[in-house]
């Protein structure tokens, strides 16, 4: 449904619930249909997930970690994290400063170069 009509989903509500569950944790095999989800709703710009980038950030930390999940989903989330590199540049530094060493490390392999 979110995919579909998200202007017919109260998404300011939903959203922050529906990031506090994830990563997955069994079911891996939603995996590609939940992070496609959250990947277009980010690449479309919807301003209710952009107002969740620390959140994002470190949902795709968790998952690019994640020996359950598939190259295919890791690579997924890596767009995602790419896509708002793109869009806040610098600005992300706070944020990526939290993360643990193994989570940042991780993630600067999607981080585009300079």
Known sequence: MIMVQPDSIPLNQVLPVFLKVLPLKEDHEES????????????????????????????????????????????????LFSHLISLYGHQMQPILSNLSPAHANALAVFAPKS
Not at 61 to 75: D, F, L
Request: aromatic share 2%; glycine share 4%; charged share 10%.
């Open 32 to 79: 590609l249909a939940v992070y496609g989800c959250i990947c277009n709703l980010v690449l479309s710009s919807n301003p209710q997930i952009l107002s969740l980038v620390p959140e994002l950030v470190n949902l795709v930390a968790q998952v690019v970690v994640s020996p359950a999940e598939t190259p295919e989903v890791k690579a997924l989330v890596g767009r």
